[in-house]
């Protein structure tokens, strides 16, 4: 088997969760309720800005409000004329709700009860992400969706591949050059969790997207440079070859 090149040993890591060798290791009750619905299917390349409004809702802890449809409307109203260079002024009564918004994530930052912040958010995005790209999810919460089918055998985690690479942030736009390769050679099992799961889902020839939670890449172990700590990544994922041992 050939040397990796130097993008393999840039990504090769040792994830501290598991200690395995890995690679690569987004006010009161209304009798008018926002109406709960499930996620709006959206093209491809729209995913992005729906989990970008998701994460600002998240951020705010919008859900917690507990707003009516009607108050609701009148938000994205507000939104919609900032946009178009109209926005409206900051009265005193939105200043107010800004403050018990401010109050309530205090609350839930001290909480001891509270689900770790990031960890909900993470949580959260993948939820929006499998709903809006219908995509299927694993019981260890990897994200896929296999783009060509391909043919034969799938790889076993002692088998080497060949297999073309790319990733993005979890704004689904970003390129991570850093975590790219082409006709990379790799033993399946000393890859990080979530790309050794995604290979022996995928057929020789298959093309598939993954997105991974923090936990199936880096977990707590050491990130990159330019890839954000604990967040999700995009990684688009060509098996090209399989190599027995």
Not at 31 to 59: C, E, H
């Amino acid at each position: 088997m050939r040397v990796l090149p130097p993008i393999a040993i840039l990504l090769l890591g040792i994830s501290a969760a598991s200690g395995t060798s890995c690679l690569a290791q987004v006010q009161t009750q209304s009798p008018d309720p926002i109406p709960d619905s499930p996620a709006p299917q959206l093209r491809d390349d729209l995913v992005p800005y729906a989990a970008m409004g998701s994460a600002v809702a998240d951020s705010i802890q919008l859900s917690s409000a507990r707003w009516s449809g009607e108050q609701f409307e009148a938000f994205l109203t507000g939104i919609r004329a900032s946009h178009n260079g109209r926005g409206y002024p900051l009265d005193e009564r939105a200043q107010r709700m800004f403050e018990e918004i401010n109050e309530r994530q205090r609350e839930a930052q001290t909480s001891p009860y509270s689900p770790n912040s990031q960890q909900s958010r993470v949580r959260d995005y993948m939820a929006h992400a499998r709903a809006g790209l219908r995509m299927r999810q694993t019981e260890s919460g990897l994200l896929f969706r296999v783009m060509v089918k391909g043919e034969g055998p799938r790889p076993r985690p002692n088998d080497t591949v060949v297999i073309n690479i790319s990733a993005k942030g979890p704004d689904g736009v970003s390129e991570l050059p850093q975590l790219a390769a082409t006709q990379l050679h790799v033993r399946v099992g000393s890859l990080f969790p979530g790309l050794a799961e995604g290979l022996q889902l995928m057929a020789l020839g298959a093309k598939a997207k993954f997105i991974m939670p923090p936990e199936l890449t880096f977990g707590d172990g050491k990130w990159p440079d330019g890839v954000d700590r604990g967040t999700p990544i995009w990684i688009n994922v060509e098996l090209v070859d399989i190599l027995p041992p």
